[in-house]
């Protein structure tokens, strides 16, 4: 896939996660990556280790003012901007019944409310110009199945999904598609953090969902993502919107974890 001709922005790509995946795969598929971080430094980091001349740019994507001023600094620099990866976002492990209304609006004002608004704006420059794009949210197994302390996290992902549908239809007549990528548990050691707040060894889970509640039995990697994310912004996708594509090497397909049904 050649994306040499698109300039791509990538919200919170400056991380270990799926941003940096994303950020990777659309640099090898020739796009100009533009990184987008809440520091500069940190941006700047992320896109030194990019090729293509990728550009770095610093706002908090819940900012409506930095986020402005950022369309703004990328259309005197780059021009149009052809593709948007709304990856940023932020996870909540904790029951919904012991959730605060802090916590709540927090996960949403990221989750979902800066894709909303980053897409408007990148779709309204887009329909100045005339150009086609494609927007490729990043949403997660959890919006079709999820886990205890997930509840609240599930239903942010639900709604960017909801909203994927919707702008895909709403945005057609002007030849901008819209899609989503849900990734599965994506592997990187810095997640075993995170894990521990469900598992008391986070190594020894790993290992049992990779191997158990997987059709394929290997690990993720953030950069499979940020493949898939490149097929969707690129014209072999042209006739493909409003969907979402599962990179969870089989776990929402299974109806039984593997040991349930073994021989």
């Not at 300039?7 to 919170?12: E, K, P, R, S, Y």
């Not at 909540?92 to 605060?100: D, F, G, M, P, W």
């Not at 205890?148 to 709403?170: N, P, Q």
């Not at 097929?231 to 990179?247: D, H, K, M, N, P």
Request: aromatic share 8%; glycine share 8%.
């Amino acid at each position: 896939m050649d994306l040499s001709n698109k300039n791509i922005l990538v919200t919170g790509a400056a991380g270990f996660g799926v941003g940096h995946g994303v950020a990777t795969a659309l640099s090898k598929m020739g796009a100009r990556v533009i990184v987008n971080a809440r520091k500069l430094d940190e941006a700047q980091q992320a896109a030194s280790k990019l090729s293509n001349n990728a550009i770095a740019v610093a706002a908090d994507i819940t900012n409506e003012t930095e986020v402005d001023a950022m369309f703004e600094t990328l259309a005197k620099q780059v021009g149009v901007i052809h593709g948007l990866v709304n990856n940023a976002g932020i996870g909540l492990s904790k029951e919904a019944h012991k959730v605060t209304d802090q916590e709540f609006d927090n996960l949403y004002n990221i989750d979902v409310r800066a894709v909303w608004k980053l897409s408007k704006l990148f779709a309204n420059q887009l329909i100045k110009s005339n150009t086609v794009g494609s927007i490729i949210n990043i949403s997660s197994v959890h919006a079709s199945a999820t886990i205890a302390k997930y509840a609240v996290y599930a239903s942010a992902k639900s709604a960017v999904e909801g909203l994927t549908r919707g702008m895909a239809v709403e945005l057609g007549k002007h030849h901008i598609r819209v899609n989503a990528v849900a990734p599965g548990y994506v592997h990187a050691e810095q997640n075993f953090e995170l894990i521990k707040t469900f598992a008391d060894d986070p190594e020894l889970w790993v290992e049992h969902h990779t191997k158990d509640y997987q059709s394929l039995p290997f690990e993720i990697q953030a950069e499979d993502c940020g493949n898939v994310v490149g097929f969707l912004a690129s014209e072999f996708s042209r006739a493909i919107t409003g969907q979402v594509i599962y990179v969870d090497n089989g776990t929402t397909s299974m109806l039984y974890n593997n040991s349930f049904i073994e021989k």
